[in-house]
C-alpha cells in the first residue's frame, strides 16, 4: 500500500474539530445556480466568491438585502450552513464549494448531497455532513427554537452533536478523504505520487484512445 | 457472474485500486471549455507542472460566446478575458482549441461526438455536469470539478469511487410527438431530482434502442438531473454507422480491431444492478416542467400537483418554486402564454433537433408576441442546417437561427431572457434565474417547443402533428 504523500499544498486548511452556530436554509434541491449563479462564473481565480453566495436570494436587482433572507439576519451566523434534501444538485461548477467556503463556512450538513458538489466540497476542504432526514429536522427545529444553538463537529470520531440537548449522530466520510482533510492532503499529490503506474497502464493499453 | 457494461469499461480503466482509497481512474479524453479550467491551469503553473497527456486534451469556447456576430470581439469584457484566457492557456500547455471562428467550435458535448472523439469503452472528462451526453456511445463520461479538471489536467486520471449501477428499462413504443426529450423528462419526474444520485445508469429497452444516436444523447445528457453520476446506453449498429467515416475515429485496420472490441461492450445476461427501473414508452405523453427543478414535469395536458397530494416537508419547497414560477398549484399549463421560445443547448441543439423543428414549422408563422431564438450547438451544426435549407424555414416562420454556443440555457452571454417572462426551452434546467434573473423556464421537446412558437402557448403538439 502506497503511503499519502507527506508534502500537503493545502496543510493550513486542515480541519479535525469545529463548534459553532449554525445558518438554516429549510429548502429542498439547492441547486448550485443558486449557490452562485452563471453569471459570476466568469473570474478566473478561486477567491471572492462568497460576496455572491446566493445573490439572487439575497439580493434584490437593485442590489438591496432581501430581508427575509437568513444570510440578511443577523441573528443568524456561524461556520455552519444546514440546507434541505439534496443539497447542491445541478451544474458542476466549483464555484460553488468557492462561495461557501469563501464566505465563511467550513461544514454544510444536509440530508442528502449531490455526488459532484460533495467531492468539489471536500477538495475545498469544506466537511459536506449526512445525516438522517429526522436528525436534520431535529437541528432545524433547534436552530428554530434558538439561533444560537450551537454545533459540534468531530471529523476524527465522525460524529456531529447538538450541544445543548446532547443529540449526537454519527456520519460516514470516506477514509482517504478523512485523511485528506485531517492532515490538509490533496488528490494532485497522491496522484502524482502514482506517474510510474500510470505511465505502466499507458503502455499496455491495446486501444490508443 | 457476468458484469455490467459500466463495469466492464470501469475495470480496465483502474490504474491503482487501494484499499481504502478511491480508484486512481485513467482518462481516455478530457474536454475544457473556458469557464471551469482557468482555475485549473493556474494549478499547473503553481506547482509547474505541465498538461500530462496534451493529446487527449481537447478544448472549445462555448458558455460565454455570444450567438450573434462571432466575427466581433466579444462586448462583454468579463466574458472576452475569460474566453481569451483559454486561448492563452492552451497555447500554453499545447492544447488543441476549437475556438470562436474555428469550423469545430461548438458546445463540448455536441462537437465530440460530431468530430468522431467520443467513442464507445472510452473513459470522458470534462468540466460541465452534462458530459454524461457522451455515454450514449457506450462510454463513461461524467462532469468534474476544477479541482478534478486540475487532477486529469496533472495527471491523465481521476480519483473516483466506484458508484452504484442501475437499470432504466424503458419498453415498448413511443406514440406520435413524444420524443427522446419526453422520455428523459418523464423519467425524472417520477424518480426526482435526485432519484439516481450516487449511480451510473444504464439506459435500455426498446424504447431506447429504436432511438438514433442524437436521441439517445438527449437521454444521456439529462441524467445529472436526476442526480446520477452519468448514464450510458450500450453500443449497437446504431452507434457504429455513426460514428464511422467522421473526422477523428478510427479508420481501416484500426476501425476493424477498435469495432471488434465495441462488439464485447453489454451488460451480460446474468449481471447484476443495485437498481432496475422499468417504464412502458405508451404511457409517455409530451412532457413540461412547471418548477424549478427538472424533477417537477408532467405530461403536457396533465394539471400541476395540488398541495394536499404533497407530504408536509416537501410543501415550502414546492410553495417556493411555484410562486417564483407565477404558478397556481393544481392548475393546468396548457394555454398558458409563453414569452420566449429557446431552442439549443447541448441537450437538443443537434443536426436532427434543428431538422425536427424545421419539418414542423415548414409554411408556419410563429405567433407575432413571441422571440424564437435557435441555436446550434456547433458550427458544424450551423453549416449543414445552411446546406439543407433549413435556415430558410426559420426566417421564413420568423425565428432567428444564431450562432452556436451555449447560449440562454444558463445565460452567460447577452442571451437572457428578461424578468418574469415565461420561456419555453429545449434546455436541461429550470433552476430558479437559470435563464436570467427572475426568467422562469418550461423544459419540454423541441417539438413542443416549436408547437408553443407557433401558437404562442403551450401546446400538445400532438393536436398539430
Redesign the interface.
Known amino acids: ?2 503511503d499519502l504523500p507527506r508534502k500537503a ?1 493545502n496543510m493550513s486548511k486542515n480541519f479535525q474539530h469545529l463548534v459553532s452556530t449554525a445558518v438554516p436554509i ?4 439547492i ?1 448550485t ?2 449557490i452562485i ?3 459570476f ?6 477567491d471572492g466568491f462568497g460576496e455572491n453566495l446566493f445573490r ?1 436570494w439575497r439580493f434584490e ?1 437593485n442590489n438591496e438585502p432581501k430581508k427575509d433572507f437568513v444570510l440578511n439576519n443577523p441573528i443568524y451566523k456561524g461556520e455552519i450552513l444546514v440546507g ?3 443539497f447542491g ?7 460553488a ?1 468557492w462561495a461557501i467556503g469563501d464566505y465563511g463556512f467550513k461544514v454544510v450538513i444536509s440530508s ?5 458538489f460533495k ?2 466540497a471536500l ?2 476542504f469544506i466537511l459536506p455532513i449526512q445525516v438522517t ?1 429526522e436528525f436534520l429536522d431535529k437541528i432545524f427545529s433547534a436552530i428554530e427554537k434558538d439561533p444560537a444553538t450551537q454545533l459540534e463537529v468531530d471529523l476524527e470520531k465522525q460524529s456531529l452533536k447538538i450541544t445543548a440537548s446532547g443529540e449526537e449522530a454519527h456520519f460516514d466520510i ?3 478523504k478523512k485523511a485528506c482533510l485531517i492532515n490538509g492532503y ?3 499529490d ?3 505520487s ?2 510510474k ?2 505511465e505502466t ?2 503502455a499496455g ?3 490508443n ?1 | 457472474m457476468g458484469k455490467t457494461l459500466f463495469d466492464k469499461i470501469w475495470d480496465s480503466h483502474v490504474v491503482v485500486s487501494q484499499a481504502g482509497f478511491p480508484d486512481a481512474v485513467y482518462i481516455n479524453t478530457h474536454f475544457i471549455h473556458e469557464v471551469t479550467s482557468p482555475q485549473a491551469f493556474d494549478g499547473l503553473r503553481k506547482r509547474g507542472i505541465p498538461v500530462f497527456r496534451t493529446a487527449k486534451t481537447r478544448a472549445t469556447a462555448d458558455h460565454n460566446v455570444p450567438t450573434i456576430d462571432q466575427h466581433l470581439p466579444i462586448k462583454e469584457a468579463l466574458s472576452r478575458k475569460q474566453v481569451e484566457m483559454l486561448t492563452t492557456n492552451t497555447s500554453e500547455f499545447g492544447v488543441e482549441l476549437y475556438g470562436l471562428g474555428h469550423p469545430y467550435q461548438g458546445i463540448v458535448h455536441v462537437i465530440g461526438p460530431e468530430l468522431g472523439i467520443t467513442l464507445p469503452g472510452m473513459t470522458i472528462v470534462c468540466g460541465d455536469s452534462h458530459t454524461s451526453t457522451h455515454g450514449a456511445f457506450g462510454a463513461i463520461a461524467f462532469g468534474i470539478g476544477t479541482s478534478e479538471v486540475e487532477q486529469v489536467l496533472a495527471t491523465q486520471c481521476i480519483l473516483q469511487y466506484r458508484p452504484k449501477r442501475m437499470k432504466i428499462e424503458v419498453n415498448g413504443k413511443l406514440k406520435k410527438g413524444v420524443v427522446s426529450k419526453d422520455i428523459i423528462l418523464y423519467i425524472i419526474s417520477k424518480i426526482s431530482a435526485s432519484g439516481a444520485t450516487g449511480y451510473f445508469v444504464e439506459y435500455a429497452g426498446e424504447a431506447i434502442r429504436s432511438l438514433s444516436m442524437e436521441a439517445r444523447m438527449t437521454i444521456c445528457n439529462m441524467s445529472i438531473e436526476m442526480g446520477a453520476r452519468g448514464g450510458l446506453i450500450a453500443p449497437d449498429a446504431t452507434t457504429f454507422e455513426y460514428i464511422k467515416g467522421r473526422e477523428f475515429a478510427p479508420k481501416g485496420a484500426d476501425w476493424d480491431k477498435a469495432l471488434a472490441y465495441w462488439e464485447t461492450l453489454y451488460t451480460d445476461t446474468d449481471a447484476n444492478f443495485d437498481v432496475v427501473l422499468t417504464f412502458d414508452a405508451a404511457d409517455i405523453e409530451p412532457m413540461i416542467t412547471y418548477g424549478t427543478n427538472p424533477g417537477m414535469g408532467i405530461g403536457v395536458t396533465q394539471h400541476i400537483p395540488s398541495l394536499d397530494s404533497l407530504d408536509e416537508k416537501e410543501k415550502p419547497s414546492f410553495k417556493k418554486s411555484l410562486e417564483y414560477m407565477g404558478l397556481e398549484a393544481g392548475s393546468e399549463l396548457l394555454g398558458k402564454k409563453v414569452d420566449y421560445v429557446f431552442i439549443g443547448s447541448c441537450t437538443n441543439s443537434r443536426i436532427e433537433d434543428l431538422r425536427m423543428v424545421a419539418d414542423f414549422v415548414k409554411g408556419k408563422k410563429k405567433a407575432d408576441d413571441v422571440v424564437v431564438w435557435i441555436v446550434p450547438g456547433s458550427k458544424q451544426v450551423e453549416a449543414q442546417a445552411k446546406k439543407e435549407g433549413i435556415d430558410k424555414i426559420f426566417e421564413e416562420a420568423g425565428f432567428n437561427l444564431r450562432q452556436p454556443g451555449c447560449s440562454a440555457c444558463l445565460g452567460m452571454n447577452e442571451d437572457k431572457v428578461p424578468a418574469g417572462m415565461y420561456c419555453i426551452s429545449t434546455s436541461n434546467r429550470n433552476f430558479e434565474g437559470r435563464q436570467g434573473p427572475n426568467a422562469r423556464t418550461f423544459l419540454a421537446s423541441p417539438l413542443s417547443a416549436a408547437a408553443a412558437a407557433i401558437t404562442g402557448k403551450v401546446t400538445d403538439v400532438r393536436e398539430l402533428v
Not at chain 1, 41 to 46: D, F, N, P, Q, S
Not at chain 1, 89 to 94: A, F
Open positions: 500500500m502506497k499544498i429549510a429548502i429542498e434541491n441547486d445556480d443558486q449563479p452563471a453569471r462564473l466568469k473570474a478566473t481565480t478561486r439572487d436587482s434541505g434534501k439534496n444538485c445541478g451544474s458542476s461548477r466549483e464555484h464549494a442528502f448531497f449531490a455526488d459532484i467531492n468539489n477538495n475545498n432526514d470516506n477514509p482517504y490533496d488528490d494532485i497522491y496522484l502524482l502514482l506517474r503506474e500510470i497502464y499507458e493499453r491495446e486501444f484512445f
